[in-house]
């Protein structure tokens, strides 16, 4: 098996474990991992081979920029005090503990490599937090901070790995000149974001057409954290800001086709590229097994210690982070979204899961430094790395769904419901607004108003029933059912039509564009 087969492979399990995780009440990035483990044991199965430069800005741009059109603004500066303590001075923290026990009990580690080692352990993964979260059913206070953290903490990490890395490879390091880059890295980054989502946004509304404007989304990233890295920027915090201003700034909101569009494609893509990542976290054992040839239990020591500190000290800093958060929303009221019990506090700990972000920082680490020398101790580094990954990633993302069931954390489905009625209410008001500013305007026949009023309550009813009385709902439910019975005969008329005109596309002299522009004609009609 070549690596483009096994890139295929990865792509179909990826597909295949969604449905798969469903049934099983299991996550499908742990799925993949396991999947990818199944894999590295098989002696037909390759090594794994990319090199390092390539790893972040192929796998972290796409992942960030979907991760983000789960989210908006208004949720990160809402939040900005519960992400701070954990995306910041929690990776800050991490990264400390873990620096000073690695250089305690790993022989020849240089405090360089070791806060690098720090660095890439610490952040948490946004994709699996995502992807575990939103199968569980979490509260959605919960899953906000979850993904902002997620976010906020691979920008921080990366600018502390990239310092760290920059000190091992020359073997200088100066605070100053660390805290600068710090800053700097930062403002190009943001800089950079917000200049290109307002191009971006701006060349959308200039390509109009939905497939140019998908493909369009699809580049963005890629360039966004490209550039920014050219620039001694952060590439995670310019995709983020990019994507943050592209999601606050739509062009068009009655661009039905083309929401819908970019929407299905970006779930595509992120199902697609978090299930490889995963699998080839799994696979990485081939390597990874290698590397501790001879030394598996010394080096499976260092990685259990490291284990602990990472998983000990999230608990530790989340007990009275959690405390303090609480101590200042209730004093000053602000409108941020905490955990509001221990419970809750608990599942936040044992969520955060190391993934894709950590491996590939692991296997960018140079293999030399300036002078030629091979990078201090970088096979140990990768080696508990991988422990980190596994133990959290595996052991927690396969334990978590028992643990949210046996504390009883679940969404406020009362709240979504209200939310869910007082858009139901604002939809329908709105739509009658319009008609009135029309029929002001317009002499309409008495009948023809009276339907268009009937459908403004229908707007609404259809979202949510309970915002219409009881007699009301009951009519309603009486047009919705002959409304169902047309729409019905009318989907089978437009399927006959539709199969009608694919079957000219086999005909003698038939022009195949010309069938797929009538045949495309017919899809949008069915869509809308």
């Not at 199965?45 to 390539?54: A, L, R, T």
């Not at 068009?252 to 990542?277: E, K, S």
């Amino acid at each position: 098996m070549d690596q483009l087969a096994l890139l295929l492979v990865l792509l179909l399990g990826a597909v295949v474990t969604v449905p798969l995780g469903d049934r099983l009440g299991l996550p499908a990035p742990v799925l993949m991992t396991l999947a990818g483990i199944g894999m590295a044991l098989l002696p037909f199965v390759p090594n794994v081979e990319i090199p390092p430069d390539y790893i972040l800005p192929l796998v972290l741009p796409p992942l960030l920029y979907a991760s983000v059109q789960r989210t908006s603004w208004r949720q990160f500066a809402a939040n900005r005090r519960p992400i701070f303590l954990l995306a910041v001075a929690l990776v800050f923290v991490t990264t400390a503990a873990v620096a000073a026990m690695a250089n305690a009990i790993v022989p020849g580690l240089p405090i360089a490599a070791a806060v690098a080692l720090g660095a890439l352990v610490a952040p948490p993964d946004p994709v699996a937090a995502t992807a575990v979260a939103g199968s569980l059913g979490l509260p959605r206070r919960l899953v906000s901070i979850l993904e902002g953290e997620g976010l906020f903490n691979d920008v921080t990490a990366i600018v502390l790995y990239h310092v760290a890395i920059a000190a091992a490879v020359s073997g200088t390091f100066s605070w100053p000149s660390a805290a600068g880059r710090l800053v700097l890295s930062a403002v190009v980054a943001v800089l950079v974001g917000l200049a290109l989502g307002w191009l971006t946004n701006k060349l959308m509304g200039l390509l109009g057409d939905a497939i140019l404007q998908t493909g369009l989304t699809l580049l963005v990233p890629f360039v966004s954290y490209v550039l920014a890295e050219e620039l001694l920027g952060s590439g995670v915090l310019a995709v983020l800001t990019t994507a943050l201003y592209l999601a606050e700034n739509a062009v068009d909101a009655d661009d039905v086709l083309g929401r819908i569009t970019g929407q299905t494609f970006w779930q595509i893509v992120d199902t697609l590229v978090t299930g490889a990542a995963f699998g080839l976290i799994g696979l990485e054992l081939h390597n990874v097994f290698g590397i501790a040839s001879g030394r598996e239990w010394e080096m499976f020591g260092w990685g259990a210690a490291v284990v602990g500190v990472v998983v000990g000290g999230r608990l530790l800093w989340l007990l009275p982070a959690t405390w303090l958060a609480k101590r200042l929303h209730k004093r000053r009221d602000y409108d941020e979204e905490i955990p509001t019990t221990w419970r809750e506090t608990v599942v936040m700990w044992w969520a955060g899961m190391r993934g894709v972000a950590s491996v590939a920082l692991a296997l960018a680490i140079p293999l030399k430094t300036d002078d030629g020398a091979p990078f201090p101790a970088r096979d140990e580094i990768i080696f508990i790395a991988f422990c980190v990954i596994m133990a959290t990633l595996v052991v927690q993302g396969l334990t978590l769904p028992w643990l949210v069931r046996k504390l009883g954390v679940r969404a406020d489905t009362d709240a979504e419901r209200e939310l869910e009625r007082a858009l139901a209410v604002r939809a329908a008001k709105a739509a009658k607004r319009r008609l009135k500013e029309i029929e002001a305007v317009e002499e309409l026949p008495e009948e023809v108003s009276e339907r268009l009023l009937r459908g403004a309550f229908d707007i609404g009813a259809r979202i949510s029933p309970d915002v219409v009385d009881e007699e009301r709902r009951e009519r309603y439910a009486k047009r919705v059912d002959r409304m169902k019975a047309v729409q019905r005969i009318q989907r089978e008329m437009m399927s006959a039509a539709r199969h009608e005109v694919l079957a000219a596309r086999s005909e003698p002299g038939a022009d195949p564009e010309v069938v797929d522009r009538v045949l495309h004609h017919l899809d949008v009609r069915s869509l809308r």
